[in-house]
């Protein structure tokens, strides 16, 4: 079965430090793995795109990670932001429109 | 704003009442998909268009869930006799692409409560 999951399930970080965050899938065929931003009562916004032959990405303070071997991603943000409080979804694409979507990681930033 | 605009943002009905939600992708892009999502969980799919033809069917649609795209531009989401367990924010996303799923980018959802 495609499923994609993701650590921690929730994340309380204080502002300036930096975190880490998981995505773990089961997808085949896999054709790309995306970031997705989503704050509160909004809809996801695109962090990053990755297809099988990237190994890393950035966006900004955004850096995202891909082991196609492992089937693992994850999202490291740098110096986080009162801003970074969100859910941040990842989402693998199976070919075609085929988009299996993971439950997310909500991350608090506190001062 | 060129972005995708959902309306209505919000919606509270009581069950059994009949609800629409329009969605205008961005004006270019071919592909217009609807999900659901509810608090705590990652977006599910519900249906996909490319232009006017819808492709794709989730089986969470239920007979009760219609969509359309009529002129292959705006597209709309009717729910016929809501339940309570149709609470949920209903997000659209357009992208651009004929093979591989493009970039997609999304609407700010249309939240239904049903009472």
């Known amino acids: 079965k495609n499923q994609v999951e993701q650590s921690p399930q929730s994340l309380i970080i204080l502002e300036g430090k930096n975190c880490t965050l998981q995505?773990?899938?089961?997808?085949?065929?896999?054709?790309?793995l995306r970031w997705y931003k989503q704050d509160t009562g909004r809809g996801p916004v695109s962090l990053t795109i990755?297809?099988?032959?990237?190994n890393t990405k950035s966006n900004g303070r955004y850096t995202a990670t891909l082991d196609a071997d492992t089937k693992q991603s994850s999202l490291h943000i740098t110096a986080s932001q009162l801003s970074d409080s969100a859910s941040y979804i990842c989402?693998?694409?199976?070919?075609?429109?085929?988009?299996?979507f993971g439950t997310g990681t909500r991350l608090q930033v506190f001062p | 704003d060129t972005g995708v605009s959902q309306d209505p943002r919000h919606k509270i009905t009581k069950r059994g009442q009949n609800v629409t939600f329009r969605c205008d992708p961005i004006s270019e892009h071919n592909r217009l998909y609807w999900y659901r999502q509810t608090l705590g969980q990652g977006p599910e799919f519900l249906t996909y268009?490319?232009?006017?033809?819808?492709?794709?069917k989730s089986r969470l649609l239920s007979d009760r869930f219609s969509a359309e795209r009529p002129k292959g531009s705006f597209s709309t989401l009717e729910i016929q006799r809501t339940e309570q367990g149709d609470s949920a924010m209903y997000l659209c996303?357009?992208?651009f692409g004929q093979g591989e799923a493009g970039e997609l980018f999304f609407g700010e959802g249309s939240r239904l409560t049903v009472l």
């Open positions: 989402v693998v694409s199976s070919g075609g429109d085929k988009l299996i």
């Open positions: 268009f490319q232009n006017e033809a819808q492709l794709e």
């Open positions: 996303a357009s992208s």
């Open positions: 990755m297809t099988f032959s990237e």
């Open positions: 995505c773990n899938y089961t997808v085949s065929p896999f054709s790309n």
